[in-house]
T-cell receptor, first 115, second 113 residues
Framework: GAGVSQSPSNKVTEKGKDVELRCDPI?????LYWYRQRLGQGLEFLIY????????KSGLPSDRFSAERTGESVSTLTIQRTQQEDSAVYLC?????????????FGDGTRLSIL | KNQVEQSPQSLIILEGKNCTLQ??????????LRWYKQDTGRGPVSLTI?????NTKSNGRYTATLDADTKQSSLHITASQLSDSASYIC????????????FGAGTRLTVKP
C-alpha cells in the first residue's frame, strides 16, 4: 500500500508482559516518528529516526520503552513489563525528509490495552 | 505548559453551519504551523500548512489563517458536513530543528444532522 502501515491494529495483553509494535513507513521516507496518544488527549512524542543518524530518544517515558529502525524501513517499538498506564494508541508517522515543511504521514495506530 | 493551546476543547454544530477553531502558540523561533484532521480510530491527516509569510490558505471548505505577530491561527470550516466530525490538531514547528514540533491537544468537532 501507499500509506504508513502499523500492526497489530489492536493488542490486549496482561500487565507485566512485553509487547512489540511494528511500523512500515512509506517507501523512501527517511524520517520516522513514534507517538503515544492517551484517550482524549494530544500526541506525545516518543522517538524520532532520521536516516542513519542517532535517534532522538528524548520522549521515551522510561527505560521500559525502546525502538529500533532497520535502515530507512521498518521500525519496531518495544514496551517491556507493561503497566496499565501504558494503555494508549501508539501512532507512527513517516516523512519524506526531516524538514518540517514536509507533512507527516501517519498510520492508523496500534491500540494497546493492558489488563 | 504546552506551547500550543487550542480552543475550544470540543464543539458541537449542526450540519451546514460554519465554525472556527483557534490555535495560540508560543513556539519560537517559528517555522510553520500545520493543521491536521484526525478521524476517530485513524491517524491524523494534514489539511494545510502555514508559513511565516502566509496569512490565509484554503483547502476546499477549510480555510486557515495565521497572524504571526499575535501568534494565533484559526481553522474555519464552511458549510459543515457530517464527515467533518473529527479532532483537529494544530502543530507548530520551530526553525532549524526538524524534530521540534509542538502538538496542541486538539479540538473535538461533532457535526449533527
Amino acid at each position: 500500500g501507499a500509506g504508513v502501515s502499523q500492526s497489530p491494529s489492536n493488542k490486549v495483553t496482561e500487565k507485566g508482559k512485553d509487547v512489540e509494535l511494528r511500523c512500515d513507513p512509506i517507501s523512501g521516507h527517511t524520517a520516522l516518528y513514534w507517538y503515544r496518544q492517551r484517550l482524549g488527549q494530544g500526541l506525545e512524542f516518543l522517538i524520532y529516526f532520521q536516516g542513519n543518524s542517532a535517534p532522538d530518544k528524548s520522549g521515551l517515558p522510561s527505560d521500559r520503552f525502546s525502538a529500533e529502525r532497520t535502515g530507512e524501513s521498518v521500525s519496531t517499538l518495544t514496551i517491556q513489563r507493561t503497566q496499565q498506564e501504558d494503555s494508549a494508541v501508539y501512532l507512527c508517522a513517516s516523512r519524506r525528509t526531516g524538514e518540517s515543511n514536509q507533512p507527516q504521514h501517519f498510520g492508523d495506530g496500534t491500540r494497546l490495552s493492558i489488563l | 505548559k504546552n506551547q500550543v493551546e487550542q480552543s475550544p476543547q470540543s464543539l458541537i454544530i449542526l450540519e451546514g453551519k460554519n465554525c472556527t477553531l483557534q490555535c495560540n502558540y508560543t513556539v519560537s523561533p517559528f517555522s510553520n504551523l500545520r493543521w491536521y484532521k484526525q478521524d476517530t480510530g485513524r491517524g491524523p491527516v494534514s489539511l494545510t500548512i502555514m508559513t511565516f509569510s502566509e496569512n490565509t490558505k484554503s483547502n476546499g471548505r477549510y480555510t486557515a489563517t495565521l497572524d504571526a505577530d499575535t501568534k494565533q491561527s484559526s481553522l474555519h470550516i464552511t458549510a459543515s458536513q457530517l464527515s467533518d466530525s473529527a479532532s483537529y490538531i494544530c502543530v507548530v514547528s520551530a526553525v532549524d530543528n526538524n524534530n521540534d514540533m509542538r502538538f496542541g491537544a486538539g479540538t473535538r468537532l461533532t457535526v449533527k444532522p
